[in-house]
């Protein structure tokens, strides 16, 4: 016997909010894992895709189970220019910072996993703009431990991203430029429509392949806004320093600009 079984995101999600059970949609950001590890020798060695596959599929599965898109560092000649297994193992953001910015992932995690006597220890760095995490953890399977360090960075990413019920819905306007045809924007106006938080949406105003959204949602601007960006379909046209487009304090009557890259 085969049992099918569909549902609707949209009416699931709004379900969620009338029991207010606080809700983490999509898209979701994308998660980088810096792991170095400690064998049972003493050596030590950095996880890539292409090397360490028992602590990558370690990774890949709580990834999964904790719905996170993962990132799995290359390891390859440019990532070697970039970060040793000294910057991991020695906490060096900087150069972790650098090396991450190839791979567009909006969250940064930097472990290391150690022995400590009978046990093993892991020590933990979550970086997601100018915030930072850091927590340590102890069990006798190391494995454990490297799962929960995914299990942690999604608690800490959906704590940011979740539509908590309650919030007061506010009206924002989006600016989008370089939309040169109705087919791209049938595809811009179901990408928008489909990120989680936004209520509703409606076209502003047309002019000369621009236009003009103006969006319902109970989320924080910048969150919107990082929610806008997070595939890489709509660039910030006036950037601030940090990549983001800026913090609104009156968001009602102000507008961001965007560049769209259709897919």
Do not use: C
């Amino acid at each position: 016997m085969l049992l099918r079984l569909t549902f609707e995101p949209k009416a699931i999600q709004q379900l969620l909010q009338q029991h207010a059970i606080p809700v983490w949609g999509e898209p979701r950001p994308a998660l980088i894992v810096w792991l170095a590890v400690e064998d049972p020798t003493g050596g030590r060695r950095l996880v890539g895709s292409t090397t360490g596959m028992a602590e990558v599929e370690l990774l890949q599965r709580a990834a999964r189970q904790r719905g996170v898109p993962l990132i799995i560092p290359r390891l390859d000649a440019f990532d070697s220019r970039e970060v040793q297994l000294a910057d991991i193992w020695g906490g060096f953001l900087d150069n972790i910072r650098t090396a991450s910015k190839r791979y567009e992932a909006r969250a940064i995690l930097l472990g290391r996993v150690l022995r400590d006597g009978g046990q093993w220890r892991a020590e933990w760095t979550f970086i997601e703009g100018n915030e930072q995490r850091q927590w340590q953890q102890s069990s006798a399977a190391s494995e454990l431990l490297i799962a929960s360090g995914i299990y942690r960075s999604g608690d800490e990413l959906a704590s940011r991203y979740q539509l908590s019920p309650g919030q007061t819905r506010q009206q924002l306007r989006v600016t989008i430029e370089a939309v040169n045809s109705f087919a791209q924007y049938l595809q811009l106006r179901d990408y928008i429509a489909t990120l989680s938080g936004i209520d509703a949406l409606a076209l502003a105003d047309v002019s000369a392949g621009t236009l003009t959204f103006s969006l319902t949602t109970a989320m924080p601007p910048q969150r919107i806004f990082q929610l806008l960006e997070l595939d890489g379909r709509l660039r910030p046209v006036a950037a601030t320093a940090s990549g983001v487009a800026p913090l609104l304090l009156e968001a009602e009557s102000a507008a961001v600009r965007y560049r769209f890259q259709p897919r």
